[in-house]
T-cell receptor, first 116, second 115 residues
Framework: GAVVSQHPSRVICKSGTSVKIECRSL??????MFWYRQFPKQSLMLMAT?????????EQGVEKDKFLINHASLTLSTLTVTSAHPEDSSFYIC????????????FGPGTRLTVL | AQSVSQHNHHVILSEAASLELGCNYS??????LFWYVQYPGQHLQLLLK??????LVKGIKGFEAEFIKSKFSFNLRKPSVQWSDTAEYFC?????????????FGTGTRLQVTL
C-alpha cells in the first residue's frame, strides 16, 4: 500500500514551453501532497504544500506564478512549470500524506526535467 | 524554523562493518523524525520513523535509530552493512501536529559499501 506515482518520469523540453507533471496516490486518498525539488547530489527542498480543493502554500523564494500547482482531487496533484528555462532543469519529486499513516509521507519516483 | 544536520557527507565502509550515521535537528517543539533511503536510480523509501514512545526504533532491512531528546539527535545504525546498502540516506523532521506537515530534510549522507 501507499504507492505514489509520477508522470512523466523524464521530460525534455525547449526553453519557453510549459511542462505539466502529475502526481497520483494510487491506493489511498491524499489529503495533502508536497512538491520537492532535488538538485544533483543535494537534498530535497520543499517547494510547496498542496491541499485538495484549496490554493497551494509556497515556500519562500518559490515563484507561484512559475510553478503552478493544482490539487484537483484526493488522488491527483499537478505541477506545471510555466515558461521553463534551463535553470529549471532539476528532479521534481512529490509526496503524499494519507492512508493508514496520515503523518508519514510517501514519495513518488520523481520526474527528471531537462530544459534545453 | 526547524533544521536538520547530517555531519557525515560521504561514508565508505567494508561489508560487515557497523554503521552509524549522525542526525541532529533544531526545533523547540515536539517533532516526528524519519530516515529515508534513496538507492541509485530509485525514489525515496522510508526506512523508519519515530512519532512517540520507545526512543529506539527498528526499521526495515535491519536498520534502527535512537531518538535522544536531550541531544536533539536521531542517529541511524546498522550492526553489519551489506553491499546492497550502498545508497543515499536522508534524515528528516516535521512538527508533530497529528496531521500532515512539511518535512525538512538534511543534506544526506552517501554510503558506499565495498566488498
Amino acid at each position: 500500500g501507499a504507492v505514489v506515482s509520477q508522470h512523466p518520469s523524464r521530460v525534455i523540453c525547449k526553453s519557453g514551453t510549459s511542462v505539466k507533471i502529475e502526481c497520483r496516490s494510487l491506493d489511498f486518498q491524499a489529503t495533502t501532497m508536497f512538491w520537492y525539488r532535488q538538485f544533483p547530489k543535494q537534498s530535497l527542498m520543499l517547494m510547496a504544500t498542496s491541499n485538495e480543493g484549496s490554493k497551494a502554500t509556497y515556500e519562500q523564494g518559490v515563484e507561484k506564478d512559475k510553478f503552478l500547482i493544482n490539487h484537483a482531487s484526493l488522488t491527483l496533484s499537478t505541477l506545471t512549470v510555466t515558461s521553463a528555462h534551463p535553470e529549471d532543469s532539476s528532479f521534481y519529486i512529490c509526496s503524499a500524506n494519507g492512508g493508514a499513516s496520515p503523518t508519514a509521507q510517501f514519495f513518488g519516483p520523481g520526474t527528471r526535467l531537462t530544459v534545453l | 524554523a526547524q533544521s536538520v544536520s547530517q555531519h557525515n557527507h560521504h561514508v565508505i565502509l567494508s561489508e560487515a562493518a557497523s554503521l552509524e550515521l549522525g542526525c541532529n535537528y533544531s526545533y523547540g517543539g515536539t517533532v516526528n523524525l524519519f530516515w529515508y533511503v534513496q538507492y541509485p536510480g530509485q525514489h525515496l523509501q522510508l526506512l523508519l520513523k519515530y512519532f512517540s514512545g520507545d526512543p529506539l526504533v527498528k526499521g526495515i532491512k535491519g536498520f534502527e535509530a535512537e531518538f535522544i531528546k536531550s541531544k536533539f539527535s536521531f542517529n541511524l545504525r546498522k550492526p553489519s552493512v551489506q553491499w546492497s546498502d550502498t545508497a543515499e540516506y536522508f534524515c528528516a523532521v516535521n512538527k508533530n501536529t497529528g496531521t500532515a506537515s512539511k518535512l525538512t530534510f538534511g543534506t544526506g549522507t552517501r554510503l558506499q559499501v565495498t566488498l
